[in-house]
T-cell receptor, first 110, second 113 residues
Framework: ETGVTQSPTHLIKTRGQQVTLRCSSQ?????VSWYQQALGQGPQFIFQ???????GRGNFPPRFSGLQFPNYSSELNVNALELDDSALYLC?????????FGPGTRLTVL | LAKTTQPISMDSYEGQEVNITCSHN???????ITWYQQFPSQGPRFIIQ???TKVTNEVASLFIPADRKSSTLSLPRVSLSDTAVYYC??????????????FGKGTKLSVKP
């Protein structure tokens, strides 16, 4: 148990819809990162938030956006879903060095 | 683009020692070598990190030769519960707190009874 929780655990959407995924960070962690993990691949960095500001972004289009709240919980929003967005979405919180990953949200786009 | 190369899969039996080697020919002077473990439908979990020579903790050992172009994760006396995917990463930030951990495809270790 890392103390990082994510909701929902599973989600099914159709192409073109929008989705919001949620992450509750480990207590005291002010940095959250989001990753996308396609089947059989390693996690790919989407973006990171530090104290409610985006602090780095990977090679993902603008329809992937995020928010971090004052209590350091965060959201990942994806607009105009595509079939290739089907993946496990992981958040990781940190304060300083090590990143602690949550269990992920499995998103299926039909 | 991942900066590391690992075998895609390995098989072992319970009680054996498993060594997974990772190549990182272009490692930078300020890069650390970090290994993560991931079980199905779970997030990756930090196992061990090192910069040079040998590091040992309660879970594993990490061997890094002088040229640092490769590293070997050693798991002593594996059990069925060690079946997982193991990722080798090189990163200039200890533990990757700056985000942007770069994962490759990892090594899928299967431990058989």
């Amino acid at each position: 148990e890392t103390g990082v929780t994510q909701s929902p655990t599973h989600l099914i959407k159709t192409r073109g819809q929008q989705v919001t995924l949620r992450c509750s960070s480990q207590s005291g962690h002010n940095t959250v990162s989001w990753y996308q993990q396609a089947l059989g691949q390693g996690p790919q960095f989407i973006f990171q938030y530090y104290r409610e500001e985006e602090n780095g972004r990977g090679n993902f289009p603008p329809r992937f956006s995020g928010l971090q709240f004052p209590n350091y919980s965060s959201e990942l929003n994806v607009n105009a879903l595509e079939l290739d967005d089907s993946a496990l979405y992981l958040c990781a919180s940190s304060f300083g060095d090590e990143q602690f990953f949550g269990p992920g949200t499995r998103l299926t786009v039909l | 683009l991942a900066k590391t190369t690992q075998p895609i899969s390995m098989d072992s039996y319970e009680g054996q020692e498993v060594n997974i080697t990772c190549s990182h020919n272009n490692i930078a002077t300020n890069d650390y070598i970090t290994w993560y473990q991931q079980f199905p439908s779970q997030g990756p979990r930090f196992i061990i990190q090192g910069y040079k020579t040998k590091v040992t903790n309660e879970v594993a050992s990490l061997f890094i030769p002088a040229d640092r172009k490769s590293s070997t994760l050693s798991l002593p006396r594996v059990s069925l519960s060690d079946t997982a995917v193991y990722y080798c990463l090189v990163d200039p930030n200890y533990g990757g707190s700056q985000g942007n951990l770069i994962f490759g495809k990892g090594t899928k270790l299967s431990v058989k009874p």
